[in-house]
């Protein structure tokens, strides 16, 4: 997915005066990009506006106007998007009482590389691009920034499929599993298709 270049971005004084707008159509994006994998995780497949309206966002709320730090914001959040042949998916461990969430996070370590997407015989398995940050072993962050990657071959058998596809988590502690909307499943066959 092509990367979201500065002269894409508004002024934050031009943006104050039209996020409206762009609010209306970001949520009617996520709609169809956000699905419930169980009571405790949800996840998002990212797209070009979804990261935008994330640095957009950012600069409104900070009021950032300071050119280097635009740069680095672009340079955070275009590491959102997917890779060719590859979706992009944020993960969420969505548990309100921070104790329960805590205890619960520290069974799940390595959840990064335990999501999977399923159609027919086929298994996508993802994982976190590098971080900067140094991975605890005894924790794991609520939020994780996934990437499913396809070979041409699993490309080719997606794009064609017409069942259900289903999205997993198989991790040693943890396992569930849920069914993606056709309307979630014919956006990603086109996003993959660009």
Known sequence: M??????????????VQV??????????????RRFTLNERMSGLFETRLTVWYQIQEMIRAEEIEREEYLEDMLSVYNDLLPDD???SLTLFIEIPNQEQLRAFNKTIIGIENSVE??????????????SEEEADENYT????????????EQLSSFKAYEGDVIATVNHANYQS????SPELVASLKKELES
Do not use: C, M, W
């Open 141 to 152: 962050q609520s939020v994780h920034y996934l990437r499913l990657p396809f070979t041409a």
């Open 177 to 180: 599993t849920t069914t993606l």
């Open 117 to 130: 997407l399923r159609f027919g015989d086929t298994v996508i398995t993802s994982y976190e691009p590098d």
């Open 19 to 32: 996020h409206e707008k762009f609010l209306q159509r970001v949520i009617a994006e996520k709609k169809i």
């Open 85 to 87: 042949n590859e979706l």
């Open 2 to 15: 092509k990367k979201i270049a500065r002269n894409e971005l508004l002024p934050y004084k031009e943006y």
